[in-house]
């Protein structure tokens, strides 16, 4: 069976190298969204509750007083260098800050995939994903530290593909002490059964909190006050944007607790086909980064489908590795599915205006189920082996390759 040859093409094209004008125009778009979010009034609204948290700890007091906090106590060590500069030079430290972290994680999932970094792919890629991806701009708007686990996700996996577990759990440990995103990336250590790695990662987020906790005073206010706010997905202030079909399902007139279980049979379908994935390879040609990168985002995808709440920027955590893969024969971005579960979030594309501001979320819960289930049907489906795999991504395709199925695959069917 023989690829498109115009798929073939465009690769090719992609892989080759962008021209100085190309590398221009990609730094400018991105410099220019951080430097028109610096001039903005509304600039790192979310970071500011992690500021004021480390500025509460420096004046004697509990982060936890203030419900908006919701982070281990490690993020207030980790945020006070943040609430150490003058507000004049964090307004533009912060936007170049979130551009910085999510330009390594793009990096990290093109070098996990061996893209060049100069082709046209990589440079253009991350201009168009910042220029077009509202999430993109939302989250170097408000500073949130999802950005961290952005960074963090590819560059655990990147040491992961290299034999370096010890390293990967030391990323997604920082990661985790930041935030407790990557929490659920503690199942991928699990399957590949790296007990040292997850022993560091469970241990320097545990750490860097006890000693959180010894310099603030009543530190328990996080277990009977944060935690239950948090695990009731917050309050009304955060029900507009929260993503996750338990907040969105019942905005459309479904009971609550038939939410809860859709949301909780889609996560478990998710998990399983994480395991499902992890268990198979695809062949000789498979090296091991397209089976890290989808188990790790099938985890991530199912966790996001029951947390209370889900932000549409938490999509950036998956999206570079998802992107980068499309060098990958059979990868989730020659789907065509996946494109139409990112075109809602596509900037520039008209919507009623229901669909807008408090109502924005439910374009959001669209994305990420679909995502999801496209995710998991191709963690599902039947290995197929293709010799366009042995070469690595910088190569340039030849038109002709052929794909050949392996002898017990004979009779399989490609999900897409």
């Known amino acids: 069976m023989r690829e498109p040859a115009f798929g073939q093409r465009l690769l090719g094209w992609l892989l080759r190298p962008a021209s100085r004008s190309w590398q221009a125009v990609s730094l400018a778009v991105v410099l220019g969204i951080a430097v028109s979010t610096s001039l903005r009034a509304n600039w790192g609204s979310d970071n500011a509750f992690v500021v004021k948290a480390a500025e509460t700890l420096l004046a004697g007091g509990s982060p936890y007083e203030d419900k908006r906090f919701l982070y281990l106590p490690s993020a207030v060590i980790m945020a006070v260098p943040e609430a150490m500069l003058p507000q004049s030079m964090l307004r533009w430290v912060l936007p170049m800050g979130m551009s910085a972290l999510l330009g390594t994680g793009w990096w990290a999932s093109l070098r996990l995939f061996s893209v060049p970094l100069r082709s046209r792919f990589a440079v253009g890629g991350f201009a168009v994903v910042a220029l077009a991806f509202k999430p993109y701009v939302n989250l170097v708007l408000i500073g949130n530290w999802t950005a961290i686990s952005a960074a963090a996700l590819p560059v655990a996996l990147l040491l992961a593909h290299r034999r370096s577990w010890a390293a990967a759990g030391l990323v997604v440990g920082l990661a985790i002490a930041c935030k407790p995103m990557l929490v659920p990336i503690g199942l991928l250590f699990l399957l590949a059964r790296q007990w040292r790695g997850l022993a560091v990662a469970v241990l320097v987020p545990l750490g860097v909190s006890l000693l959180g906790a010894l310099m603030m005073p009543s530190p328990s206010l996080f277990f009977t006050k944060t935690l239950p706010f948090l695990l009731q997905g917050q309050d009304a202030y955060a029900l507009p944007w929260d993503a996750s079909p ?102 520039g594309v008209p919507w009623p205006s229901e669909f807008e501001h408090k109502r924005r979320a439910f374009k959001d819960c669209f994305t990420l189920c679909v995502l999801a289930g496209v995710l998991m049907r191709r963690c599902l489906r039947a290995a197929r082996v293709n010799l366009g795999d042995v070469r690595t991504a910088g190569t340039v395709p030849r038109p002709g390759s052929e794909r050949i199925v392996a002898p017990a695959e004979v009779g399989s069917r490609s999900a897409f």
């Open 246 to 347: 338990i907040a969105v399902l019942p905005r459309l007139g479904i009971p609550e607790p038939v939410a809860v279980l859709l949301a909780g049979a889609g996560a478990l379908g998710g998990l399983w086909a994480a395991w499902r994935r992890w268990r198979r390879t695809d062949g000789p040609a498979d090296g091991g980064e397209l089976r890290l990168a989808e188990t790790a985002c099938m985890v991530m995808l199912a966790a996001f489908l029951v947390s209370r709440p889900s932000f549409d920027h938490y999509l950036l955590v998956v999206l570079p590795l998802l992107l980068a893969s499309a060098v990958r024969a059979g990868s989730m971005p020659r789907s065509p599915w996946f494109w139409a579960g990112l075109f809602p979030q596509l900037a």
